[in-house]
């Protein structure tokens, strides 16, 4: 981040981002963003649900991710990276968006090695469970603007 050759912003290629995320990881065969998700997706994107963080080198999409923001909750469903380093740049930059706006959570869903690396760490459902019962509902201050 230091270095300063990312650039990144939020919301301004939502079908990009999610267009790139879906090629099986080393880890799956398969991926679940289907055509029916992509669109559904989308559709919360225009309703101002579906927010996406996009990282460019050069003007070139290199990494990004893509999530839904709910009252004050972060669901993260997906993320890319054609570049070193980029995608850990987009999430840094949203995290640090994400508390200021006031969010408590972040999901992540999946326990990857990449994702414990930036600081996840797994919770109880009993936990998780509170946290939707607190924040679900609660506003934030979050602006979705390059």
């Known amino acids: 981040m230091r270095q300063g050759r990312y650039q990144v912003s939020f919301d301004t290629d939502f079908a990009a981002v999610i267009a790139a995320c879906p090629p099986p990881r080393d880890y799956a065969d398969a991926t679940w963003?289907?055509?029916?998700?992509?669109?559904?997706?989308?559709?919360l994107h225009r309703r101002?649900?579906?927010?996406?963080?996009?990282?460019?080198?050069?003007?070139?999409?290199?990494?990004?991710?893509?999530?839904?923001?709910?009252?004050q909750l972060f669901f993260g469903e997906s993320m890319f990276s054609r570049a070193n380093n980029a995608s850990k740049v987009g999430f840094v930059t949203l995290v640090?968006?994400?508390?200021?706006?006031?969010?408590?959570?972040?999901?992540?869903?999946?326990?990857?090695?990449?994702?414990?690396?930036?600081?996840?760490?797994?919770?109880s459902r009993a936990a998780f469970a509170?946290?939707?019962?607190?924040?679900?509902d609660q506003p934030n201050s979050a602006t979705w603007v390059a």
């Open 48 to 71: 101002g649900i579906a927010h996406s963080v996009e990282v460019r080198q050069d003007g070139e999409l290199v990494g990004g991710l893509y999530g839904l923001a709910m009252g």
């Open 130 to 136: 509170g946290y939707l019962a607190r924040h679900l």
């Open 96 to 123: 640090n968006h994400l508390r200021q706006a006031g969010f408590v959570l972040i999901d992540c869903q999946m326990p990857t090695h990449h994702l414990h690396s930036l600081g996840a760490h797994a919770i």
């Open 33 to 43: 963003i289907t055509d029916t998700m992509r669109n559904a997706y989308c559709e």
